[in-house]
């Protein structure tokens, strides 16, 4: 073993030292084997490139493998080494190989249906895939941990990973470009297999998506890539640059913007009125839109990333089998499961290329069978899938009620099929792949731990998985590290809750039909009317809560006398009518989000003020009524009999149905004897 030894010399100066060390039986303690002087202090910690740099020094021979701490080698499999470093004696094109690949077995996927989603897409990608790149292609770059490297080439062109903790987070692939850049060649030959354990929650599995998307992101900014569109050419750039890097985050990146753009377009285009104008009653015209935005969405979305993991099955255990594996995969919700994973790669992924920021994410390998509570899966897809889906599914009624399509119903439902299945995916794909997420008990303990969590008022030391305001700030803290051209970007994307006003308020009642531009001014004059009287309540609540009740009492009394009055003025005086009332609501909450999302960009000048005290405030009843929103309908299918053992039969195997039955039956002993 090898470790990182601080030395204090006699005039007090530190030096460090790379130590290599064995335990001996015979002398019953640890020896020093060697010791290298470093030229300074060095972070030793759970990524992996400071480790293979800092023990690349003691390695010996011409060639090293690295094995991953989640990978098992067999003995049969290490006979087969000799035959495997013969490669490096032969050319493969004009150069000997400097990486040489081998593939990987997975062995965790026969625990549930998610565990065998992500053993398909990652053995399709190590085996398939990588042969395709090394041969015919000739530009894999991509390396798996027990792939074999030149010793000797690498550690005369800066190691095995670059070791920087941000940008060359995916120390893997930037392997790959220091190959590919310097002049070395990588292949691929299958002469053995190591085994992988890969992830087994959706947790787990989202937490890897999320450190291999902002690992993208940094490469989307770094100066390898530059260098290597420079010097690629055109078919090696689409063959590697699509497939094994950004290309493909790049890709599924513009296909959910261009989700934003249909929906967002489709909505302007009905409250405005020119959809009604344009296409009229042409029934014909509106079939022929929504074929083709249906078939483009259908293969972008689940399905399209389940096909390679068809081709790799073919290969390996033929077509009929591949065939049979994918309607299974079907029928246990793979569409469900990767187009939710779709939606984490593409959050990590834009919000590292705006704000930068990428850092190593532990994800754990333990094989999991409990329960994950709902704040928990909150703290994790708040901001990835539930209010982009909320934002999505919002859309959709408020187009269905305000198009003359939507009386067409087999036109709507034609339209806006795709867009259902990505918002019920973003929604339910935490709970459907979660052990017991359909329990009536633990669903009504999960809502009393979210509420405790969102009120919780301890210390400002308190933990994200404590306290709602410790992880409403961390979750905004790559705000204040981006750059001027990040906040204004911010600012941009969050305006559009302000047209959606726009396109709400002309069609309220009391506007009268009006296009005037001072109907929308007068809105604004409501939301503001509307948040000073908020801070007229929060200040009264604070000032006279504790002590004199009738105070608090009497100012919510004059609040609603005065909106009673306010309703009976407009009725009389105005074209007011009380369904104005929703439809209003339904314009301004969106924007109320929109101020808070805008407000956080300029957190360093709020932070020191009042107002900035409100805006936390109202943020965290706007978190509270989007978990409200996510839970409803789990609390109606956990209500539902049965649901619950058909999620459980259908998503996971037998042995782990059976792990799972003992589980519940330990803890609610464990909690009889507590109480």
Wanted: hydrophobic fraction near 45%; charged fraction near 15%.
């Amino acid at each position: 073993m090898a470790y990182v030894d601080q030395v204090s010399t006699e005039s007090d100066e530190k030096e460090y030292y790379s130590v290599l060390f064995k335990y001996d039986w015979q002398l019953q303690r640890e020896v020093e084997i060697y010791r290298i002087k470093l030229p300074g202090p060095m972070s030793i910690g759970e990524g992996k490139p400071e480790n293979q740099n800092h023990d690349i020094v003691f390695t010996r021979g011409d060639a090293v493998q690295t094995i991953d701490m989640n990978q098992d080698n067999y003995f049969e499999e290490a006979l087969k080494i000799r035959n495997l470093l013969e490669e490096f004696k032969h050319h493969h094109g004009i150069h000997r190989p400097t990486m040489l690949g081998v593939r990987e077995h997975i062995f965790s996927g026969s625990v549930s249906s998610v565990a065998w989603f992500m053993s398909a897409q990652e053995t399709s990608f190590v085996t398939l895939f990588q042969r395709l790149f090394a041969n015919p292609l000739k530009i894999r770059m991509h390396y798996g941990h027990p792939d074999v490297f030149d010793r000797l080439w690498f550690m005369t062109r800066g190691g095995l990973s670059k070791a920087s903790k941000v940008i060359n987070i995916s120390e893997d692939i930037f392997a790959g470009f220091n190959c590919t850049l310097r002049g070395g060649s990588a292949t691929h030959h299958e002469y053995i297999q190591v085994g992988k354990g890969r992830d087994l929650g959706l947790n787990q599995i989202s937490t890897f998506e999320a450190k291999i998307a902002c690992g993208s992101g940094e490469q989307f900014l770094s100066r390898d890539v530059y260098r290597l569109g420079q010097r690629l050419d055109f078919f090696r750039m689409l063959s590697s640059f699509f497939h094994t890097t950004i290309g493909y985050f790049f890709n599924t990146t513009v296909i959910v913007l261009s989700v934003y753009g249909f929906l967002w377009g489709q909505l302007y285009l009905a409250l405005s009125g020119v959809e009604n104008s344009v296409l009229g009653n042409d029934t014909n015209s509106k079939k022929a839109l929504s074929a083709v935005i249906n078939q483009e969405l259908i293969i972008q979305f689940g399905l399209f990333m389940t096909l390679p993991a068809v081709l790799e099955s073919s290969v390996e255990s033929g077509f009929l089998e591949a065939i049979w594996e994918f309607l299974v995969m079907q029928l246990q919700l793979s569409t469900v499961f990767y187009t939710f994973s779709m939606g984490t790669r593409v959050h990590f992924f834009g919000r590292t290329v705006l704000h930068g920021g990428a850092k190593y994410r532990q994800t754990g390998r333990n094989f999991v069978v409990q329960h994950t509570s709902f704040a928990e899966n909150y703290r994790l897809y708040a901001r990835s899938h539930f209010i982009k889906a909320i934002e999505f599914g919002l859309i959709l009624m408020v187009y269905a009620t305000y198009t003359p399509s939507a009386k067409l119903t087999f036109f709507y439902i034609d339209m806006s099929l795709t867009c259902w299945l990505l918002v019920l995916s973003w929604i339910f794909a935490p709970f459907l792949f979660n052990p017991s997420g359909f329990d009536w008990l633990k669903t009504v303990d999960d809502f009393d731990d979210f509420m405790n969590w969102i009120w919780y008022r301890g210390s400002i030391f308190a933990k994200a998985t404590e306290s709602w305001e410790s992880w409403w700030y961390e979750e905004q803290h790559h705000l204040l590290r981006t750059s001027l051209w990040g906040k204004l970007l911010e600012i941009i994307l969050n305006l559009r809750f302000f047209f959606f006003q726009y396109g709400i308020v002309y069609h309220l009642g009391i506007s009268g039909q009006s296009g005037s531009v001072f109907v929308y001014l007068w809105s604004w004059i409501f939301i503001f009317a509307a948040f000073g009287i908020y801070l007229t309540m929060s200040y009264v609540r604070d000032t006279y809560g504790a002590k004199k009740h009738i105070y608090v009492r009497l100012a919510k009394f004059l609040l609603m006398i005065l909106g009673i009055l306010l309703v009976i003025a407009l009725r009389q005086f105005t074209a007011f009518k009380y369904v104005d009332v929703f439809t209003s609501l339904l314009a301004l909450v969106p924007t109320g989000w929109g101020l808070i999302s805008i407000a956080q960009v300029f957190r360093p000048l709020l932070r020191h003020t009042r107002l900035w005290d409100s805006v936390v405030s109202l943020a965290r009843y706007y978190e509270m009524m989007f978990g409200v929103i996510v839970m409803g309908p789990v609390a109606v299918l956990s209500w539902m009999p049965g649901f619950q053992s058909m999620q459980t039969r259908i998503l996971f195997n037998d042995a782990f149905s059976k792990g799972l039955q003992m589980f519940k039956i330990i803890t609610q002993k464990v909690h009889q004897k507590d109480v």
